[in-house]
């Protein structure tokens, strides 16, 4: 059996354009595909060749806020990177509020919530100056 891996995940957001303009700051992630979907919505997919996220809105984008409360259904997404510190730029940049930062084996992490309340975690297992990450 060959071995698993996520290829994407579909997450219902308010805004597709600013979702995805987030994830390629942050990451220099890529848009991949764009167009309608179910219930005469609207996605775009962001990532890389081998996976994405896909952020959908419904038809008008209109949603209940409680639809967003966090950790609901979905606790957080979380994000290996090289530089820690320079994606916390990106995200303070990009006017979004990191926030429990840890030091801990096997790395640093930070988190941060976007604008629909999904809640982000940021991890960097490359040691101190080291040029690449190092997975546990």
Do not use: C
């Not at 071995?3 to 890529?30: C, S």
Request: glycine letters at 8%.
């Amino acid at each position: 059996m060959t071995q698993a891996y996520l290829e994407h995940a579909n997450i219902t957001v308010r805004d597709p354009e600013r979702a995805a303009e987030m994830l390629t700051a942050l990451f220099g992630w890529k848009e991949r595909w764009r167009g309608p979907a179910k219930n005469k919505g609207f996605t775009i997919h962001v990532g890389s060749d081998s996976h994405y996220i896909a952020f959908y809105t419904s038809a008008g984008g209109i949603h209940k806020e409680v639809d967003f409360a966090p950790g609901t259904a979905l606790n957080h997404l979380a994000f290996v990177v090289d530089d820690l510190d320079e994606t916390e730029r990106r995200v303070i940049d990009f006017g979004l509020q990191p926030f429990n930062h840890g030091d801990y084996a096997p790395g640093r992490r930070f988190y941060f919530l976007d604008e629909n309340a999904i809640e982000y975690e940021i991890v960097s297992y490359a040691a101190p100056g080291d040029a690449g990450q190092k997975m546990p």
